[in-house]
């Protein structure tokens, strides 16, 4: 079997809050008549550059076609050559390799009738605790909204959930004070994230007057990249402190320098499958635990992110993919389950990725191009729009 073309569908989703995101979904066809179908999720981030759709479909097709699926080791390790890490998590490489890399999962997963999950080595669950995210407070009016974010979310079975925090202080306490009053013990703030904003002592200062409400664990309270700053804040609280993994070298810093306790893993970040195993891996043999990160995927990032949890055996605090609740729409003929807070994986029996995409969806959430428009950093940032309900 040989792949003979790759297809790129870029799609528009509007989020609740309003922000419209891009992501790309990716086929790679053979002349056996098989598609793998992978996901280049949330392109609308950090930093502000587009790519050119067809140039980089004619890239991939250029070194992809003619070549057997089933190299997957050589295959991935020429996409991290075209498209190498740089020390910076919102770089488009790995969103790219990411999506090659489940769409060649997914391919080869059909050809042998099998689900990835048994591609990886099988699971050792079917679900995956996970939380919603409550975006950053930039003002006090913007804490009653979040609040009956709770309120909506809890009734709809997530019980977890985790606060973009450090712009605006106040506001993050008052949230926090007003869940804890209304919910009590009905409701578990996963984390604090501070996702790299503010320098280590301004955010151990932040979290130590946060802590009182309940805070299970801390996430990118320092600087990007500054191992050392990490290992400071770690040694200063009494709870785990997380971070994503975006390269192997960022990786190789934070356990030299003993910097985290828990290594935040997604396959967008860090490349797709291959490189997410490797990376927890490393983390199980220096002891440290995983969580499963997120961009906030469509459902078939989702479903991939769900099938890399199924399997990994260090998996100890509860994850972030809720992607598919954000967005008003989505691309699967059948959406992925969340049951009790809870994120199911596919069906084992199914070949693949295990989802089916409703390609009438694709055509009609069809953008030719990825742009960023005029939306300022700090709707980037966390991909909200100003005033919208979230």
Same mark, same amino acid.
Request: glycine content about 10%.
């Given at each position: 079997m040989k792949i003979v073309d790759v297809q790129l569908d870029i799609v528009r989703i509007p989020r609740h809050t309003g922000f419209v995101c891009q992501?790309?979904?990716?086929?790679?066809? @053979?002349? !056996?008549?098989?598609?793998?179908?992978? =996901? &280049?999720?949330?392109?609308?981030?950090?930093?502000?550059?587009?790519?050119?759709? =067809?140039?980089?479909?004619? @890239?991939l097709k250029a070194h992809?076609?003619?070549?057997?699926?089933?190299?997957? %080791?050589?295959?991935?390790? !020429? &996409?991290?050559?075209?498209?190498?890490? @740089? &020390? $910076?998590? $919102? !770089?488009?490489? @790995?969103? #790219?390799?990411?999506? #090659?890399? /489940? %769409?060649?999962?997914?391919?080869?997963?059909?050809?042998?009738?099998?689900?990835?999950?048994? *591609? *990886?080595?099988? +699971?050792?669950?079917?679900? /995956?605790?996970?939380?919603?995210? /409550?975006?950053?407070?930039r003002s006090m009016g913007e804490v009653a909204a979040n609040v009956e974010v709770v309120r909506k979310r809890l009734a709809e079975g997530f019980d977890a959930f985790r606060l973009y925090a450090g712009q605006h202080p106040d506001a993050d306490e008052a949230f926090l004070a007003a869940v804890r009053s209304e919910f009590g013990s009905k409701v578990t703030i996963k984390s604090l994230d501070f996702s790299h904003l503010l320098d280590w002592k301004t955010a151990l200062r932040q979290t130590r007057r946060l802590l009182q409400y309940g805070i299970q664990l801390v996430e990118s309270p320092a600087q990007l990249n500054d191992a050392e700053g990490l290992r400071h804040f770690r040694l200063a609280v009494d709870v785990p402190v997380s971070e994503h993994v975006w390269s192997f070298k960022q990786l190789h810093d934070l356990i030299r320098r003993d910097s985290v306790d828990l290594f935040n893993i997604a396959l967008i970040f860090i490349g797709g499958f291959a490189a997410a195993r490797k990376a927890a891996a490393a983390a199980e043999v220096a002891g440290k635990g995983v969580l499963i990160g997120t961009t906030q995927e469509l459902g078939l990032g989702t479903a991939a992110q769900a099938i890399f949890g199924a399997g990994l055996t260090n998996l100890s605090a509860i994850s972030d993919p809720t992607g598919p609740a954000l967005y008003v729409d989505d691309i699967t003929a059948e959406p992925v +389950?969340?049951?009790?807070?809870?994120?199911? %994986?596919?069906? =084992?029996?199914?070949?693949? #990725?295990?989802?089916? #995409?409703?390609?009438?969806?694709?055509?009609?959430?069809?953008?030719?191009?990825f742009s960023w428009g005029d939306q300022r950093v700090a709707n980037l940032q966390d991909r909200t729009s100003p005033g919208a309900a979230v």
């Open positions: 992501h790309a979904i990716v086929r790679i066809h @053979t002349d !056996e008549g098989l598609t793998g179908v992978g =996901e &280049m999720s949330d392109f609308s981030h950090l930093p502000k550059y587009s790519l050119d759709a =067809e140039d980089l479909r004619r @890239t992809l076609a003619g070549r057997d699926p089933f190299d997957l %080791a050589a295959l991935n390790r !020429e &996409m991290a050559d075209l498209f190498p890490q @740089t &020390m $910076y998590y $919102y !770089e488009k490489g @790995t969103f #790219i390799r990411c999506g #090659i890399d /489940i %769409a060649l999962h997914d391919l080869v997963g059909k050809a042998l009738g099998v689900n990835v999950s048994r *591609l *990886l080595g099988g +699971r050792v669950r079917d679900r /995956i605790k996970v939380c919603y995210p /409550i975006f950053r407070h +389950r969340y049951v009790d807070g809870y994120l199911l %994986a596919p069906d =084992e029996a199914k070949p693949g #990725i295990g989802v089916d #995409i409703d390609w009438d969806k694709v055509e009609r959430l069809r953008d030719r191009s």
